[in-house]
């Protein structure tokens, strides 16, 4: 009887020699997370928009991130233009 309370408890304790302590490390991750404070109006633009595209592309899918990456980095190839539209800003308007 203590043989077979003993096989019990060796198999019921494997599952535990099975798992290395700890979460397993994931692939290293691309993203990381940044917070900006931005206009309440412009981020609800965003958020409209990034839904329209989402709907206009069905099937495929598009996660947010993409979606602002994408804006991001088609601002950054478009820098002259971007500087052009800052250049003509009010002084003031960093302030608001």
Do not use: C, W
């Amino acid at each position: 009887m203590a043989d077979e309370r003993e096989n019990r408890i060796d198999k019921l304790s494997q599952r535990f020699r099975k798992h290395s302590v700890g979460r397993p490390q994931r692939a290293q991750r691309n993203r990381e997370r940044h917070s900006f404070y931005l206009d309440g109006e412009l981020v609800s633009r965003v958020n409209d928009t990034y839904k329209d595209v989402a709907h206009d592309l069905h099937p495929k899918t598009v996660n947010k991130s993409v979606f602002l990456e994408t804006l991001l980095e088609y601002g950054l190839s478009h820098l002259s233009d971007i500087q052009d539209i800052l250049a003509k800003e009010p002084e003031d308007a960093e302030n608001s």
